[in-house]
């Protein structure tokens, strides 16, 4: 079983920054591939970021291209997303997920977070 709890979520004013951070435990955390989904008020949860473990390739949704970064400390256990030049669109609520399998779909990440929420004010 793997363990993840998020942090860093909060309001912040539109133009601004967050990082959100997720804490794993349980397995290897260096041999899982790492993602950001997040799901806004009366929408589905849509992909925001992912992170494969052992190559380092990123993957990013077309909406926040160029604005957040995912990053991860193996030694720490911890993916992080950096959030830059925040839209209200943004807000959402924000969730870790894990999976040790080669998709990277939403619906093949075996290991979820219980969420963060980030509220970006205009």
């Known amino acids: 079983q793997v363990q993840l709890v998020e942090s860093g979520g909060g309001l912040v004013q539109a133009g601004g920054s967050l990082r959100l951070s997720c804490a794993a435990s349980?397995?290897?955390?260096?041999?899982?591939?790492m993602g950001w989904f997040r799901q806004a008020p009366g929408k589905e949860r849509e992909f925001v970021a992912a992170s494969r473990g052992s190559a380092g390739i990123t993957y990013y949704a077309n909406s926040v291209k160029g604005r957040f970064t995912i990053s991860r400390d193996n030694a720490k256990n911890t993916v992080y997303l950096q959030m830059n030049s925040l839209k209200p669109e943004d807000t959402a609520v924000y969730y870790c997920?894990?999976?040790?399998?080669?998709?990277?779909?939403?619906?093949?990440?075996?290991?979820w977070g219980k969420g963060t929420l980030v509220t970006v004010s205009s």
């Open positions: 349980g397995r290897t955390f260096s041999s899982a591939a």
């Open positions: 997920a894990a999976t040790y399998g080669s998709s990277l779909a939403q619906n093949d990440m075996g290991y």
